[in-house]
């Protein structure tokens, strides 16, 4: 299991970077849900989840009563877009509604890889881990296809935008932004998406795990 191999515990949890943070989210919360109750969550935005009872406002008998009947809650204030946007509740008072909080605290674009502006990412008071991902399809791509801020991430790694993000330049932004606990590089799917993991991990100053969170696949590349 992913919150295993992570070694999730309670309290909360902040995911950054790109190329995976929703979907490790939901699948913490899925696993955890089976050791007790969990709440998701963004300090950013994050789109309305369908498959979740959402709690929308500061009511704390709303979210004690969506978990009469449920073992993971999202909660979050309205946004433009069909989005949600950080509760009101502050983050540190969610921690006693439930075992786990897990929140999305960063935002990409929808790019694989990323470097971040003075106010990013969006770390609650009371965050007791921070777990990084990166998305390996963006690892040997042209810096501005594949990086949100390029411009960024390329004057980190000592490179312009038209340069590619290599394992070295990808390692180097991480390693000096000096964000995150521990790294996911996710979306390893095959040999030689598994190489350039391999190669990025030997730069990384924190443990680094690989592979494909949708699909529960994580191993450990360096402790």
Same mark, same amino acid.
């Given at each position: ?5 992570l ?8 995911? =950054?970077?790109?190329? #995976? ?17 969990v709440?998701?969550?963004?300090s ?26 449920? #073992? =993971? ?58 777990? #990084?991902?990166?998305g ?5 791509? !042209? ?21 590619? /993000?290599s394992?070295?330049?990808? /390692?180097?932004?991480?390693? !000096?932004e #000096? ?11 095959? /040999? ?32």
């Open positions: 299991m992913l919150s295993d191999i070694k999730i515990k309670k309290g909360l949890t902040c995911i =950054i970077g790109s190329g #995976g943070k929703t979907t490790l989210m939901y699948a913490l919360a899925d696993e955890l849900s089976e050791k007790g109750r709440i998701v969550c963004t950013t935005k994050i789109y309305t989840p369908k498959h979740i009872p959402t709690v929308e406002g500061n009511s704390v008998e709303a979210i004690e009563s969506a978990f009469r009947n449920n #073992g =993971i809650v999202c909660v979050g204030k309205p946004a433009e877009g069909g989005k949600l946007t950080a509760p009101d509740i502050p983050f540190a008072d969610l921690k006693s509604y439930a075992d786990y909080v897990i929140c999305e605290a960063d935002g990409s674009k929808g790019l694989p890889l990323k470097a971040h502006a003075a106010h990013e990412p969006v770390i609650p008071e009371g965050c007791d881990d921070i777990i #990084g991902v990166a390996v399809s963006g690892i040997n791509k !042209k810096t501005a296809d594949v990086c949100h801020r390029a411009d960024i991430f390329a004057k980190l790694a000592g490179l312009t935008v038209n340069d590619t /993000a394992p070295k330049a990808v /390692a180097d932004v991480i390693n !000096k #000096g964000l995150c606990r521990r790294l996911i590089i996710n979306q390893a799917e095959g /040999a030689e998406y598994m190489k350039l993991a391999e190669e990025t991990a030997a730069y990384i100053d924190i443990p680094v795990y690989a592979g494909e969170i949708r699909k529960g696949q994580l191993i450990c590349l360096h402790l």
